[in-house]
């Protein structure tokens, strides 16, 4: 997959204190609850090394079986509870990044356009994840 030059941001505001967002964005067991674009997806497996140099990988999977692939990469940076930056395997960059306000957290996710897909498409997409992630940790009581 070619990378395109542009870049795209997408955030949310969750309404949860930045330590609990932390551990549902970065723990397998949590991650494969929101980790999919719509309802007819899911995410049957996640693994994660968060360190750099540490690796990821999250299986994305069309629940009727039609389509799937492994999301992976390596981790450029990691400051607990506040930044992770990482290098998908196909050499583009990703920065989400953690900000504390006060008991919610505001979540901003920038990543490197891939050129296969239109910009419009990819915003699309890793917003509708980031919701699923808003919305599974405001309801997650899980540890």
């Known amino acids: ?64 079986g039609s389509f799937g692939f492994d999301f992976s990469g390596v981790y450029d ?18 920065t989400i990044t953690f900000i504390s306000q006060e008991n919610d957290t505001k979540v901003i996710e920038t990543f490197e356009a891939e050129t296969t897909n239109s910009v419009e498409m990819q915003e699309a997409g890793f917003q509708a994840i980031l919701d699923n992630f808003k919305k599974y940790s405001e309801t997650s009581k899980e540890d």
Request: some cysteine; charged content about 25%.
């Open 77 to 94: 940076e990691v400051r607990i509870n506040e930044i992770i930056s990482y290098t998908i395997e196909d050499g583009r960059k990703v």
């Open 1 to 64: 997959m070619k990378t395109g030059n542009q870049t795209i941001t997408v955030e949310t505001t969750v309404h949860t204190p930045v330590g609990e967002v932390w551990k549902y964005w970065t723990e397998p067991q949590h991650i494969t609850k929101w980790c999919y674009a719509s309802i007819d997806w899911h995410a049957p497996n996640a693994e994660n090394d968060l360190r750099v140099g540490g690796r990821f990988l999250t299986r994305m999977e069309a629940k009727d």
